[in-house]
T-cell receptor, first 113, second 112 residues
Framework: EAQVTQNPRYLITVTGKKLTVTCSQN?????MSWYRQDPGLGLRQIYY???????DKGDVPEGYKVSRKEKRNFPLILESPSPNQTSLYFC????????????FGSGTRLTVV | DQQVKQNSPSLSVQEGRISILNCDYT??????FLWYKKYPAEGPTFLIS?????DKNEDGRFTVFLNKSAKHLSLHIVPSQPGDSAVYFC???????????FGAGTRLTVKP
């Protein structure tokens, strides 16, 4: 089944403790992206990647890092999480056609206390 | 700076009637506009898209209309079904879709 898999689904952590949210896709998509969803703000793009070793900042990249060492994986790294990073995070991927949107994962709900 | 706006947080319609969800944007450089549907505890799923060179795209019960002069698009669902109850996000992007911007979403409730 074609899908984007992100882990964990739920995570509670403490301020300053480094964490990684993993994302993997099995559709051989070139493009991958991370979004966060917050009430009243919709989905905001954190980082995106156009292919292996090619990444760029989205609208809200501060406090996040990403890497794309393999085509299928696009982990999101929070080096020193803070409470304002408490949010619902989505990883997404898409092929090269401009007509079709991203395929999203099921989301990771992160709480930073 | 929200470049894509959905000004109605919620909409309630009766089963069988038409649902109209609206979206406004500010960036005239957007090339593609998309609608996503999101159920609770799931990621958004792609519903329908339209290129900036068109003014209408239809897929079954779903039709998207684009008015470039007004920087406005709408999603029509006819007839509405209870299973359509979800949050609908409007999105817009440049040609390559990488920098996709989303609106805040509209929660649609279709009553039986």
């Amino acid at each position: 089944e074609a899908q984007v898999t992100q882990n964990p689904r739920y995570l509670i952590t403490v301020t300053g403790k480094k964490l990684t949210v993993t994302c993997s896709q099995n559709m051989n998509h070139e493009y991958m992206s991370w979004y966060r969803q917050d009430p009243g703000l919709g989905l905001r793009q954190i980082y995106y990647s156009m292919n292996v070793e090619v990444t760029d900042k989205g609208d809200v990249p501060e406090g996040y890092k990403v890497s794309r060492k393999e085509k299928r994986n696009f982990p999101l790294i929070l080096e020193s999480p803070s409470p304002n990073q408490t949010s619902l995070y989505f990883c997404a991927s898409k092929g090269s056609s401009a007509n079709y949107g991203y395929t999203f994962g099921s989301g990771t709900r992160l709480t930073v206390v | 700076d929200q470049q894509v706006k959905q000004n109605s947080p919620s909409l309630s319609v009766q089963e069988g009637r038409i649902s109209i969800l609206n979206c406004d944007y500010t960036n005239s450089m957007f090339d593609y506009f998309l609608w996503y549907k999101k159920y609770p505890a799931e990621g958004p799923t792609f519903l329908i898209s339209i290129s900036s060179i068109k003014d209408k795209n239809e897929d079954g019960r779903f039709t998207v209309f684009l008015n470039k002069s007004a920087k406005h698009l709408s999603l029509h669902i006819v007839p509405s079904q209870p299973g359509d109850s979800a949050v609908y996000f409007c999105a817009a992007s440049g040609f390559n879709n990488n920098d996709m911007r989303f609106g805040a979403g509209t929660r649609l409730t279709v009553k039986p």
